[in-house]
């Protein structure tokens, strides 16, 4: 070996140990028996508490608990009625889908009227008269809604009749209200039809056929019972003989009071525009779906 650079024989026979200690090493790893791994710490245990891979022996096959919610879903459970939390409840901005979801869909499913702040809706609605919110109603399901609110008909009737009766609650609502005045007002408007037109049929058939009927006309004379009630209005417009020319009475302040079998006017009621005004006050009486008069009283005041 003096002929041989002793650097590179003691680089070969480095190389060899290291040769031999590796197959030491894998001869000793294949002869040695294989240890069976350790349960982790992370390992989730079974329904029945084991850690083996047998599930169908120890009922393992059971669904394993579900995990604890997130908060997002807590938040979302919390809120009643699928309505959309604020940005404080939902955990740093989250917003599940699942919650999302019903703001867009009662976005959908409302009208731009039922949006509107209540009081700002019955403020427009005010606006239009009866045949319009009728017809209003009979566009859809939202329109309906909104065009029978309570509100929109008293804010009507205050309009369209007087504001003395704030203080009333109709047992069946406004517009039903508002509907009986209109139509006890187009009765009387019929009664002085009647005396324009000098129709004593239509006399006859205005008054209710009962004794307790009354009529002050404003001479002061007092009349009851339908017979003298019918005879005093022939005296008083001549009619027959031969039929007298009628008297077209202007009615002015026309204020009315119904309840569910009765109702009572007063108004003004002018045969000439420069006369002085007779106060007139008209009671009838509900019979089978039809208004009578029952009561007439006008008087002049100075």
């Not at 106060?279 to 009561?295: D, K, P, Q, S």
């Amino acid at each position: 070996m003096d002929g041989h650079n002793p650097f590179v024989l003691r680089t070969l026979l480095i190389a060899a140990g290291a040769t031999a200690i590796c197959c030491i090493c894998a001869l000793w790893a294949l002869r040695s028996p294989r240890a069976k791994p350790s349960p982790s710490k992370k390992s989730r245990k079974k329904p029945c508490g084991c850690t083996c891979s047998c599930a169908p022996a120890c009922g393992g096959d059971q669904p394993l608990p579900l995990p604890p919610p997130t908060a997002t879903a807590a938040a979302a459970a919390a809120v009643p009625n699928g309505e959309i939390p604020s940005a404080a409840a939902v955990p740093n901005g989250e917003m599940a889908a699942s919650v999302r979801r019903p703001r867009r869909v009662a976005a959908m499913g409302s009208s731009m009227v039922e949006q509107m702040v209540p009081e700002v809706r019955t403020h427009a609605l005010s606006y239009l008269d009866y045949r319009s919110l009728c017809r209003l109603s009979m566009a859809n399901s939202a329109m309906r809604r909104a065009a029978n609110d309570d509100g929109v008909w008293k804010a009507l009737y205050r309009k369209d009749f007087t504001v003395e009766q704030d203080s009333v609650t109709p047992s069946n609502g406004w517009k039903a209200y508002y509907a009986a005045t209109r139509a006890i007002v187009s009765v009387n408007a019929e009664f002085y039809n009647i005396i324009r037109d000098s129709s004593l049929r239509g006399m006859r058939d205005f008054w209710l056929n009962a004794d307790y009927v009354k009529c002050l006309h404003a001479s002061g004379e007092l009349f009851t019972g339908y017979t003298a009630v019918i005879d005093s209005w022939r005296a008083a417009l001549n009619w027959g003989l031969g039929g007298g020319p009628g008297v077209a009475f202007q009615i002015r302040e026309v204020r009315a009071r119904v309840l569910s079998d009765i109702a009572w006017l007063t108004m003004k009621a002018y045969a000439d525009i420069d006369s002085e005004p007779l106060h007139v006050t008209n009671v009838y009486e509900l019979h089978n779906g039809r208004w009578y008069m029952v009561h007439h009283h006008s008087s002049v005041m100075a």
